[in-house]
């Protein structure tokens, strides 16, 4: 298969940037996004051109690291998936791909399609968390969960935190994710405990860090890779309203 | 406690929802209020006449216009904050994804037509009736006819006798249809009143909210377009 890439390259986060275009031939259809990205930079190398930054890890769908907006969509137009388990048999041969960074003042571009997500981090060390003693490991059946809860919080807790769904949104909000780490941890006894604290620190931060206001679109659900459910922002309405209530 | 309501974003968010909810309530009042025209005019200037000007009336337009202040103004504050939040660089290639109303990513737009829409139908109809009662006027004029303020049967008569009004108020309504799609069921989302099994469920409220109003104000204005001849409205005038 060939493609044109139309990429955005940009020296820094003070530089200005702008789309280059490039051609890659003879790809395998079987060939993962990511290992075309690495074809391509192997190309530029032999070039003597400057490879395109982007960000990867596992290559596997669970770090979190690959971002990419691709054609449109933030890991591009497979459904439920990450940039690294993407195939090239999902373009059109001969088509044009346009691979932009995340967009999100919240995430700044560090160089070409790698942004800084450490506002996501933050987020985190201000109540994505549960404080408990360590000691030996405790019976993993000494507190019975309903299965249900138990389903929830698992499916709260997919999220990898790649930042897809402030890249997406419109109003540049970070909800979704607050709202899976809030949620995965509330749904939980051991998380419940600090469950008020959790909602209002997490949402300050986010506040803080300068994410948007949700608008209930639904944008982010549909193209968060791992599917996480805007139930979790209601969730989140909920635990944040209840404990500002008590104060 | 008093704070968190102008300062965090879920904060600002709840003013939306409540403010949003009592605006709807007083849609479905208004809506229920103006049907009456189709079975009598009569009784529509007895409701109109038991509103009027007086104190409950007028507390109630101040809690109303508060209402919509608070709604607008907040609405614009939130908008600015998510631009920002947007930031400058903006994507090259955008797509509308999959599940996502048109309606949900243009609240703004709509809610600006329905102002626009808001101010127009105040110029038609409340400077003519509670505006005139709070001079202490007694009557005025409306493509030359006299109009009692409390006669809002044939104010209405007279307006939509002109189909110009009749489409700019259709529009109106259009605008608002979309608006409460999205606002209804949004406005659960946001008080944490939702879940997977109820997003179904609450979207079809909206819609159902949504049309009943879209029609039980529509139906109005254009019954009063094909009923009104200047001999009826002389005859409401008299």
Not at chain 2, 25 to 41: R, V, Y
Not at chain 2, 72 to 92: C, P, S, W
Request: charged fraction near 15%; glycine fraction near 6%.
């Amino acid at each position: 298969m060939n493609f044109t890439l139309k990429i955005w390259r940009q020296r820094d986060a003070k530089s200005q940037g702008a789309f280059e275009t490039y051609k890659v031939t003879d790809i395998s259809a079987d060939t993962s996004f990511l290992e075309m990205m690495d074809i391509l930079n192997n190309n530029l190398i032999h070039e003597g051109k400057e490879p395109v930054a982007f960000d990867h890890d596992c290559r596997e769908g669970i770090c979190g690291m690959c971002s990419m907006h691709i054609n449109g969509h933030a890991h591009g137009p497979s459904q439920a998936v990450t940039t690294c388990q993407m195939y090239m048999r999902k373009f059109k041969d001969g088509s044009t791909i346009t691979i932009e960074p995340w967009r999100s003042a919240a995430f700044p571009v560090i160089r070409d399609l790698v942004v800084d997500r450490g506002a996501y981090d933050k987020i985190l060390q201000a109540g994505g968390f549960i404080s408990v003693r360590t000691n030996s490991v405790p019976d993993g059946n000494a507190i019975p969960i309903p299965k249900k809860d138990a389903d929830e919080s698992m499916d709260a807790a997919a999220c990898v935190g790649c930042g897809a769904c402030a890249a997406t949104c419109k109003n540049g909000s970070a909800m979704l994710f607050v709202a899976a780490r809030v949620s995965s941890l509330a749904k939980l006894p051991q998380g419940k405990v600090e469950g008020a604290r959790r909602a209002k620190a997490m949402v300050a931060k986010m506040d803080e860090l300068g994410f948007g206001n949700c608008t209930n679109t639904g944008a982010c659900q549909a193209q968060c890779p791992k599917s996480i459910s805007i139930a979790h922002i209601a969730r989140l309405n909920r635990e944040f309203l209840a404990a500002k209530l008590q104060d | 406690m008093s704070c968190f309501l102008t300062n965090s974003s879920l904060g600002k968010k709840l003013v939306m929802s409540i403010s949003g909810c009592f605006l709807v309530l007083f849609i479905l009042f208004h809506m229920a209020m103006n049907l009456t025209m189709l079975f009598s005019w009569e009784a529509y200037n007895a409701i109109c006449e038991f509103l009027g000007a007086n104190w409950y009336a007028l507390a109630g337009t101040v809690i109303l216009a508060a209402g919509v202040a608070v709604h607008f103004i907040y609405a614009f504050i939130l908008t600015i904050d998510n631009y920002r939040a947007r930031g400058k660089q903006r994507y090259a290639v955008t797509v509308q994804e999959k599940g996502v109303s048109w309606a949900s990513k243009n609240m703004l737009v709509l809610g600006v037509i329905v102002i626009l829409g808001l101010c127009l139908h105040l110029v038609h109809f409340w400077s003519k009736m509670q505006l005139v009662e709070i001079m202490g006027m007694h009557n005025s004029l409306v493509a030359d006819y006299n109009v009692a303020p409390t006669n809002g049967a044939a104010l209405m008569m007279i307006t939509f006798s002109n189909p110009i009004n009749v489409v700019l108020y259709l529009v109106w309504f259009a605008a608002l249809w979309f608006h409460l799609t999205h606002g209804v069921w949004s406005m659960f989302q946001t008080v944490g009143f939702a879940n997977d099994t109820w997003y179904p469920r609450l979207k079809c409220l909206a819609n159902i909210v949504a049309t009943l109003i879209f029609l039980g104000f529509a139906v109005v204005a254009v019954y009063c377009y094909f009923v009104s001849t200047p001999q009826l409205i002389e005859s409401m005038l008299a």
